[in-house]
């Protein structure tokens, strides 16, 4: 099968009036020569969106650890343009991250919907002080057993976890977690520059929803928004526009380069669904006005935010190109955790798995496997 679209979007270029040749669900050629029959699917064709912290959509969450979530997750992303993801845990008892690993472990492969490349544990790591909606009565010193049985539990998926850099042992947590192919977060934290430095040049590669949830920048105090600017790192952004500034993100942009910029959602379970009460973890939470939020006290509890409208808001907010944007909503969050190998660009060799959007950037199609299955 052949698809052609006016723009192309490779890791690297943009094709125009090109074709994309798709045999046996991946991706076999790309060419300028007309084929005999092909689809012609408009605007733009681009790689299937990698979202890399997402905790739920469509009313279900990682962390109800109730069997078939999974899968429900997975084909209800695939509204948002995403074709990988890495299900994504908060901070809680060791039990419910148990069985919540478990649960994915047993059931990753038999996902319909956007294909599961790792997961990410958010926590339990982390310190009080800018818990955000994480909750506090779970939080303890990193322990490198709790993640080799955790990464053992999800079927060795576990591939990335966020820390609070100042916690006793995190250092050494920090080099250990690299051993194991696991890729260590820094978030939820009021560390000193000084000390997510250190984290950083023990191994430490991205920095969680950078502004949210950590130790601002002050002109004496850097701080660890001040680490995440100026340090080698991967840096998330929620781009909804509630959680970060258009103005800030930029800035952000500006200072590490488009291309250590992770577009996320940090989405909860109310994504895709309508205004009203749900639950975060064991906190309940009211969605409205493009906001969730913690019921008591009114915190940001992760988003409702899909990723292909993260691309749109960069674009308008002009801080980002068109190019930029689709890049940092696929290419960069799968760089961040190395699974570009396998998702994140449209690559000879690689799965068909990509999106069709028009020329206002909304989401016209998504594929997987070169089957259209959304829109």
């Known amino acids: ?116 490349r790792g997961v990410f544990l958010e926590g339990p790591f982390f310190t009080e002080k800018y818990k955000g909606a994480q909750n506090p009565s779970y939080m303890s010193d990193p322990s490198i057993d709790k993640l080799k049985k955790w990464k053992d539990l ?103 380069g488009r291309d250590r910029i992770a577009l996320i959602t940090d989405c909860m379970s109310a994504g895709g669904m309508p205004e009203g009460d749900y639950k975060l973890g064991e906190f309940p939470v009211v969605v409205k006005d493009g906001t969730a939020r913690l019921k008591d006290g009114g915190s940001l509890a992760g988003s409702i935010l899909k990723l292909k409208e993260a691309i749109k808001n960069v674009v308008d907010w002009q801080i980002a190109d068109v190019f930029e944007a689709i890049q940092m909503a696929s290419l960069i969050p799968a760089k961040s955790v190395d699974i570009d190998n396998v998702c994140g660009k449209l690559h000879v060799g690689y799965d068909a798995d990509f999106i069709v959007l028009d020329e206002n950037l909304d989401l016209k199609a998504t594929y997987l496997d070169g089957e259209r299955v959304y829109g």
Not at 27 to 35: D, T
Not at 83 to 100: G, Q
Not at 163 to 186: C, S, Y
Not at 191 to 219: C, Q, T, W
């Open 1 to 116: 099968m052949y698809y052609k679209a006016k723009y192309i979007v490779l890791e690297d270029k943009v094709l125009e009036d090109s074709y994309m040749q798709v045999e046996d669900g991946k991706i076999k050629g790309f060419s300028k020569k007309v084929p005999d029959t092909y689809e012609d699917l408009g605007e733009i064709i681009a790689p299937g969106l990698v979202d890399t912290h997402i905790h739920g959509y469509g009313g279900k969450d990682i962390m109800d650890c109730k069997e078939g979530y999974l899968n429900e997750i997975s084909k209800g992303i695939l509204e948002c343009g995403v074709t990988s993801f890495l299900p994504t845990t908060l901070t809680d008892s060791e039990e419910k991250l148990d069985k919540a690993t478990g649960l994915i472990g047993k059931e990753h492969e038999g996902v319909k919907g956007a294909k599961v």
């Open 154 to 256: 999800s079927d060795g998926l576990v591939n990335k976890i966020a820390i609070a850099p100042e916690r006793e042992g995190a250092i050494d947590f920090i080099k250990e977690a690299n051993a194991l192919g696991v890729k260590v977060a820094l978030g939820h934290s009021d560390a000193s520059y000084e000390r997510a430095k250190e984290a950083v040049d023990a191994g430490a590669n991205i920095f969680v929803h950078v502004y949210n949830g950590m130790s601002p920048l002050h002109h004496r105090k850097p701080g660890m928004v001040g680490a995440a600017m100026a340090t080698d790192s991967y840096g998330e952004l929620i781009c909804d526009g509630h959680h970060v500034s258009p103005t800030s993100a930029g800035i952000l942009m500006d200072q590490k």
